[in-house]
């Protein structure tokens, strides 16, 4: 006897545990089936995202060969891990996702744990009650007018992205532009979002760029971590250890709450975000929720994030492309020369807007390369997709491939190759506009594009008016998406030889 129970019982008693495991964890897996909507075969355990989760695969090569295997379905239906996925691919579809039918997939669906995370309560991940009102206040930091004041801001950063350059450029050995972009991008955000002198591209131990750096490791620890909180929720609330370090939290509080009362006690004024930020706490009218320390740094933190690495993997990029195209690079030079030669070698916020072939440069590879894959969205009721005889429930998760749509052959032929003129005027206006997604659209659309935009040409235009870019042995062609990123970033770096123009 064992306990209570004889032997047999006893394997009896772990066979229904171990079929109850079992069925738990299979259970969904018919779930589209039984809906008619197609997809891959999922695995137990991973269903359909086994390779990113082993870091096999990156995530973006991953969720486009899955949607390969469906050429021409509009709607297809994956697991992430047990939890039934639908992912959005038609053009029309899309846009009923996320601009006509907003109000029903206004929230992104990702689980904000306030107490463990207090910097994840910000803009991006907010629920729509909060996010409306708060968008409300933070749209005005990013219009024309106010990207026109902090246009000199990112300017006095470009112009010391040149000497740092040319440092590095006189060293005659290949150049990480992953990382001297990054330190660009961070101080240009440094400048325009917090007011401060980040130091990065003189500092290489610039405690911003440093935490830049944090935020963007996937170690073993971490990504454990965040697929605890995917997985099982509750129980990521209830060991209580953050994804993201302590020490990141601590430091842009503690940055952003130091700036903000020095400013207020001094009556200082600049165009940049933490005046924003500042307004929005000393004027909380039309907000029905406190505005903690917490919440304010949330804000001030995801411009920082977001808006480095985005227009640094960005420029990182379209360098590489132009080493390989030096037609294409001859070309956006001649443009950006002529510009310069026409403005007294001044760069304006109108001739920025004037350089048509730096605009199709710059689009082409987000299309190519866009930094996220994919965009998501949560039912916030029962929903019926127009022409189909599905409907999802409330709180079914959507996602929008990205990277799969921008690289179908049936809205950009030959879509591997990198090509500008998809991007002439007439080209742009007979494809749909939901074929292109890089800054997302609607009203939940990237709050930043425009500042991003901005801070990438100016980058773009600072080394193709003074260096010459090719390839080197550093780098690897043809590129190869590192699984061990989320967002788009290739194995090994991206390496570059820089000769400098007499």
């Not at 032997?7 to 259970?27: D, S």
């Not at 600049?270 to 930020?277: G, K």
Request: aromatic share 10%; with cysteine.
């Amino acid at each position: 006897m064992i306990g209570a129970f004889g032997p047999v019982e006893t394997l009896c008693a772990v066979g229904i545990i171990l079929a109850g495991i079992w069925y738990y964890l299979v259970a969904n897996y018919s779930f589209w089936k039984e809906r008619g909507i197609p997809g891959p075969k999922p695995e137990i355990i991973f269903g359909n995202t086994k390779d990113p989760t082993l870091v096999r695969e990156n995530f973006g090569v991953s969720l486009k060969t899955l949607c390969d295997q469906f050429p021409g379905a509009p709607l297809v239906g994956i697991y992430d891990r047990r939890t039934p996925v639908l992912i959005v691919r038609d053009p029309e579809l899309v846009k009923d996702v996320m601009i006509k039918d907003f109000s029903k997939f206004s929230e992104r669906g990702n689980p904000v744990h306030e107490k463990v995370e207090p910097l994840a309560v910000h803009l991006f991940n907010l629920e729509t009650k909060r996010w409306r009102s708060l968008r409300s206040k933070l749209t005005p930091a990013f219009t024309s007018g106010k990207m026109k004041n902090m246009f000199t801001l990112i300017l006095e950063c470009v112009e010391h992205f040149e000497q740092y350059l040319d440092n590095l450029a006189a060293k005659g050995e290949p150049i990480d532009c992953r990382e001297i972009t990054a330190q660009y991008t961070t101080d240009v955000i440094g400048s325009c979002a917090f007011g401060l002198q980040m130091n990065a591209m003189d500092d290489d131990n610039s405690e911003f760029r440093k935490m830049g750096r944090k935020i963007f490791n996937m170690d073993t620890k971490i990504r454990i971590l965040r697929l605890l909180r995917l997985a099982a929720p509750w129980l990521y609330e209830l060991i209580g250890i953050p994804a993201m370090s302590d020490d990141i939290t601590k430091f842009f509080t503690a940055s952003v709450k130091e700036t903000v009362d020095y400013r207020m006690k001094n009556n200082i004024h600049r165009p940049d975000i933490i005046e924003i930020l500042i307004d929005v706490k000393t004027n909380p009218e039309k907000l029905d929720f406190e505005l903690t320390d917490a919440f304010i740094a949330s804000q001030a933190f995801v411009f920082f994030a977001a808006g480095f690495e985005t227009s640094s993997t960005t420029i990182s990029h379209a360098l590489m492309e132009l080493a390989q195209n030096h037609d294409m690079q001859d070309r956006l030079r001649r443009e950006i020369t002529e510009s310069l030669e026409a403005s007294g070698g001044k760069i304006t916020y109108e001739t920025l807007r004037e350089l048509k072939y730096l605009d199709m440069v710059f689009k082409e590879t987000l299309r190519l390369r866009p930094p996220l894959p994919m965009l998501v969205r949560k039912a916030m009721t029962d929903y019926t997709f127009r022409g189909t005889n599905l409907t999802i429930r409330e709180g079914q998760l959507i996602w929008i491939p990205i990277w799969d749509i921008q690289q179908n052959p049936e809205h950009y032929p030959k879509p591997e190759v990198f090509d500008p003129e998809r991007f002439t005027d007439e080209m742009i206006k007979a494809r749909h506009p939901m074929t292109y997604l890089p800054f997302g659209d609607g009203p939940r659309n990237c709050i930043g594009a425009r500042f991003g935009t901005c801070q990438t040409k100016l980058g773009l235009i600072k080394v193709l008016s003074k260096f010459k870019v090719d390839l080197c042995d550093k780098i690897q062609i043809p590129y190869v998406p590192s699984p061990a990123s989320f967002l788009l970033e290739p194995v090994g770096g991206i390496h570059l030889k820089f000769t400098k123009i007499e």
